[in-house]
């Protein structure tokens, strides 16, 4: 069966440190990859998308950016974090149209 | 993608049908309706999509209107595990795009007993 790791699923760090997500996925073959974020309150806001190995595309300009080195592994990282980054980070696969499947998420509070 | 529209939230009682409405007036050809649901503090999860034919799974029923303008998303029998904000989102499926899911807002749904 297919399945989505996410880890870790608390992380506090300081501003102006770095960040490492990763997200794998199990059981299946060239699954399309996102990351999702959601700040306090708010909706899921798109952040980057994945069709293949090293394919990223970045739906809003911001302080992060995504790597694919293996077909089932997603990063999201950071060089330098901001307050404004914090919020929960979900990593999401499909393998055909209409079907996502969410990771865990990560809550990740930048202090 | 069309843009959609939902209540803020809705209350249902435990037991009875939970009718979920949704507006996509400006839903193009060749757009699906899919309905995704978010239980607090965990990742969304997928319910049921659908293009034109009404749809039906084990967890719901989507009703689409003729005109495709509107639809309906129904929980036969709601439990309080029901409980969770529902997404109703369209998009496209172009080789580009397809699983760009935009979420929006959603309706908070609050099953009572």
């Known amino acids: 069966s297919q399945t989505i790791h996410q880890w870790p699923a608390t992380l506090v760090q300081p501003v102006g440190s770095p960040l490492s997500l990763e997200c794998t996925v199990e059981?299946?073959?060239?699954?399309?990859l996102y990351w999702y974020r959601q700040a306090a309150g708010r909706g899921l806001q798109l952040l980057f998308y994945?069709?293949?190995?090293?394919?990223i595309s970045s739906e809003v300009p911001q302080n992060l950016s995504a790597s694919r080195p293996q077909d089932r592994q997603f990063i999201l990282s950071s060089k330098k974090l901001l307050l404004s980054d914090s919020g929960f980070y979900l990593c999401?696969?499909?393998?055909?149209?209409?079907?996502?499947?969410f990771g865990s998420g990560t809550r990740l509070t930048v202090v | 993608d069309a843009k959609t529209t939902q209540p803020t939230s809705m209350d249902c009682a435990e037991g009875r049908a939970a009718n979920l409405p949704c507006n996509h007036s400006?839903?193009?050809?060749?757009?699906?309706v899919y309905w995704y649901r978010q239980i607090h503090s965990q990742g969304p999860q997928y319910i049921i999509h659908?293009?034109?034919n009404n749809e039906t799974n084990e967890m719901a029923s989507l009703i689409i209107t003729e005109d495709r303008k509107s639809s309906t998303l129904i929980l036969p029998h709601a439990t309080l595990r029901d409980t969770a904000v529902y997404y109703c989102?369209?998009?496209?499926?172009?080789?580009?795009?397809?699983?760009?899911?935009?979420f929006g807002a959603g309706t908070q749904v609050v099953v009572t007993p």
């Open positions: 659908g293009l034109k």
């Open positions: 059981g299946t073959s060239n699954p399309n």
């Open positions: 989102i369209v998009s496209t499926m172009t080789t580009d795009s397809w699983g760009k899911l935009q």
């Open positions: 999401a696969w499909s393998v055909t149209p209409g079907g996502y499947t």
């Open positions: 400006t839903i193009s050809g060749n757009e699906y």
């Open positions: 994945s069709v293949g190995i090293g394919q």
